[in-house]
């Protein structure tokens, strides 16, 4: 918790308006709000609120790292679609727990890498379009939420973002979009769409096409940093492999710097 917190007081620091916790998609967090992933018998598992509780710690100590003008959101999932896993329902719940702790945003995604909806690859009849997979739970969570939602996955075109917004999400998120357009946005303003998509992988394993895909997605990411153009036709594979080699080099490093710090410590 203390690491979140020191976070996000140096983004504050370094400029930023505001930070998002990543609290879907399988990660650590999505793990304890999920019933099937976290068997804990102690006050960090069980019930939902039990379940809960890291994330919602996690909020307080940032809220308290950071000033009252300083953005707080969270990327939550609108279910996990999976068998005993995180529900809409319980979405629902832990957007309520969230609203009195000071939080300004919710973002609505879904699944993991074991059920990568998040993707565009359909794991439910919830999941079906190409676009805003996840519309339709958002249109039912929007219903009660206390908090502004925002809704994320397969937005590409203009009429989609508008068909969300239409039905009450208050911010549309974009992400591969923007990494084969950066100008979208602009494109919309001058009733322009984008001429480029990045179409689902279907390989049989859905955890490794997930990785794959998402490792093509900061591909995009890394060349536009460097202000180069994107290349929609990267092979994933190959994406995978050098993404591989970077985690790696950045683990070594990571580790490196631990030691260091580990002496100065203890001297």
Partial sequence: MTRFA????????????????????????????????NKRTDQWGGSLRNRARLLLDIVRAIRIAVSPAFAVAVKLNSADFQRGGFEADDARQVIEMLEPLGVDLVEL???????????????????????AYFLDLAKD???TSPLPLMLTGGINRRVTAERVLYNGVALVGMGTALTLTPDLP??????????????????SDKALAATAGMARVRHQMRRLARGRNTRPDTSPLLALISERRKQRSALRSYRAWLAATGKTRAN
């Fill in 6 to 37: 020191i976070t996000a007081h140096l983004a504050e620091k370094a400029g930023f308006d505001g930070v998002e916790i990543h609290a879907a998609h399988g990660y650590l967090l999505s793990q304890f709000l999920s019933p099937l992933v």
């Fill in 109 to 131: 995604s879904g699944g993991s890498y074991e059920s990568p909806a998040m993707t565009g690859r359909p794991a439910d009849d919830r999941t079906q379009a190409r676009e």
């Fill in 186 to 203: 602009r494109r919309w303003w001058d009733h322009r769409e984008a001429d480029r998509t990045m179409e689902p992988l279907t390989w």
């Fill in 141 to 143: 969570l929007v219903k």
